[in-house]
């Protein structure tokens, strides 16, 4: 995991500027660039979920207390959005809305004034769940219901083109296909190695990878999808760097 993304939502500027201050420090403790997009309001928010800019953020920070739209129903809403996985952190200088942010999976919920001591623990434990590898399942419907899938066993991941299946995507395994929601640069960002993003539509695992052509990539399965052409060097060198880490003593 190169970079994280997050985003802060509050309406105090002391509080941007203060987990600003909190990150940078934060930084240098994992050796990881943590970009950070601000929001004064729950609207403004949410108006980068719709826009055609996809957030893609791994966590956000989320203040309870804001004008207009509260904190809380700003998650609401983003929990019914395509890329509604996003880890939630609440802010607030009141503990009794602790219960309530329960209904909208909230990862952590700090108490306003934020010491860096507290942030960095918190922090702390939302990159160790970023980069655990624990988690490496899909939960995907089908018509027969819920499926737990590995993810080693997803060969790639579509987009599917449909004008009537937006944001709808495909996952094909060896032996099956699920359709999901979501969008392929969030899923993208979120799955990292040895998932790798080879066309603005497709995700393929490189471990299914079988052989490179002058403009598509073939997999085990044998079926082939296309490379973008400006990134063609970029992903085989990306591949050939996993092969040989994968095959290191």
Do not use: W
């Amino acid at each position: 995991m190169a970079m994280l993304y997050g985003g802060v939502c509050d309406d105090e500027k002391e509080v941007h500027e203060e987990l600003s201050r909190f990150f940078a420090n934060f930084e240098k403790r994992i050796n990881r660039k943590i970009i950070l997009t601000h929001f004064s309001s729950g609207e403004e928010l949410l108006e980068h979920y719709h826009s055609k800019n996809e957030p893609n953020f791994h966590f956000l920070f989320l203040d309870i207390e804001m004008s207009g739209i509260n904190g809380l129903e700003t998650a609401k809403h983003i929990r019914s959005l395509p890329n509604k996985e996003v880890i939630i952190l609440f802010l607030s200088s009141y503990p009794e809305y602790v219960m309530d942010s329960f209904d909208v999976l909230t990862f952590q919920y700090l108490l306003k004034p934020l010491t860096y001591d507290v942030f960095e623990s918190k922090a702390m434990r939302l990159y160790d769940h970023l980069s655990s590898t624990n988690n490496h399942v899909m939960f995907l419907k089908d018509e027969r219901g819920q499926n737990i899938v590995p993810l080693s066993e997803i060969i790639a991941i579509l987009k599917l083109k449909h004008a009537l299946a937006q944001n709808k995507l495909k996952v094909i395994t060896s032996d099956q296909e699920f359709f999901m929601t979501g969008t392929i640069s969030s899923y993208s960002l979120k799955l990292g190695s040895p998932f790798l993003l080879v066309y603005r539509s497709v995700i393929v695992n490189m471990d299914y990878i079988r052989r490179f052509t002058a403009n598509s990539v073939i997999m085990s399965n044998h079926q082939e999808f296309p490379i973008s052409r400006t990134q063609m060097k970029q992903i085989k060198d990306t591949y050939t760097h996993y092969m040989a880490g994968r095959f290191i003593i």
